[in-house]
């Protein structure tokens, strides 16, 4: 089935760095990549997506890439800051039979300190 | 709006007693889900409704049934809790703009099964 897999599984960066975390889906039909982030007992929101006839998109610190030859896609954070600090889920969507579905990957944790 | 509302927030439950969380959305949104989520293992669908009237399962169904009541309103049952469910459940629902598919979450119930 499908399948998209993410990583690091954590990550610590000092206050001022950039952080980047990865992607890969398995299903070519996915076109929609959305990113969330979970801060620590709140419910996952959405901080950016791009779509796959875009290659790169970029929300003033964070940006997003995309590589459907590859099928992998990547956020970036730069100027890390503390509250930047949370889990962060990758997703990939299909549209099949008029259903969206979003598969998750695991999640990354980061930890910005200052 | 008050946007995606959940009930309970918490809940303990003896293995095989069996509970409902109810899930409600103000925005009008054709699409609903219901997520489970454990530590490493990201957010995992159980099921889904397109829409009024339609439901149908996700990756993680076992165990749990479903009832898309009204458009605002989609509700997830555990017949006979076992400890293997105890988790966060999300709720969540969305609407489609082209190609875009934006998933809102509601706040989550934390369940533990003893």
């Known amino acids: 089935g499908e399948n998209v897999e993410q990583h690091p599984s954590t990550l610590s960066v000092q206050e001022g760095d950039s952080a980047v975390i990865k992607c890969t889906y398995s299903?070519?039909?996915?076109?929609?990549f959305p990113w969330y982030k979970q801060e620590l007992g709140k419910r996952p929101q959405l901080i950016i997506d791009?779509?796959?006839?875009?290659g790169e998109k970029k929300d003033q610190r964070i940006a997003v890439t995309l590589n459907k030859t590859a099928k992998h896609f990547s956020l970036h954070i730069t100027e890390t800051q503390p509250e930047d600090s949370a889990v962060y889920f990758c997703?990939?969507?299909?549209?099949?039979?008029?259903?969206?579905?979003?598969?998750f990957g695991a999640g990354t944790r980061l930890a910005v300190h200052p | 709006n008050a946007g995606v509302t959940q009930t309970p927030k918490f809940q303990v439950l003896k293995t095989g007693q069996s509970m409902t969380l109810q899930c409600a959305q103000d925005?009008?949104?054709?699409?609903m889900y219901w997520y489970r989520q454990d530590p490493g293992m990201g957010l995992r669908l159980i099921y889904y409704?397109?829409?009024?009237?339609?439901?149908d399962k996700g990756e993680v169904p076992n165990g749990y049934n479903v009832s898309r009541l009204n458009k605002r309103e989609f509700s997830l049952r555990l017949e006979s809790a076992a400890p293997s469910q105890t988790s966060v459940y999300f709720c969540?629902?969305?609407?489609?703009?082209?190609?875009?598919?934006?998933?809102?979450f509601g706040p989550g119930t934390r369940l533990l099964v003893l």
């Open positions: 925005m009008n949104h054709n699409s």
């Open positions: 997703a990939a969507s299909s549209f099949s039979g008029g259903y969206n579905k979003l598969i």
């Open positions: 299903d070519s039909a996915s076109n929609y």
């Open positions: 969540a629902s969305s609407i489609r703009q082209g190609a875009r598919e934006t998933q809102y």
């Open positions: 409704s397109a829409s009024e009237g339609t439901t």
């Open positions: 791009i779509r796959s006839n875009v």
